[in-house]
């Protein structure tokens, strides 16, 4: 799988860059959906639409690594 992360982890690199950029995603969906309710929540539909794409498509990237 690659370089394990100081031997600190158990988990490569690569496998926890993914996990912690999809839990970024998630964060942000989380708050783009209380700010949609919001006056001008347009914008933040948009970006929610948008942080959900990334979310899956790094969903998927995860769920091939861990296949592998």
Request: net charge negative.
């Amino acid at each position: 799988m690659g370089t394990m992360n100081n031997g600190d982890s158990p988990v490569d690199d690569a496998t926890y860059n993914l996990l912690q950029a999809l839990v970024s995603k998630l964060e942000a969906i989380e708050a783009y959906g209380r700010y949609a309710q919001d006056e001008g929540g347009d914008l933040f539909n948009d970006l929610l639409r948008e942080e959900r794409q990334h979310a899956d498509r790094l969903l998927e990237q995860l769920k091939q690594r861990l296949r592998d």
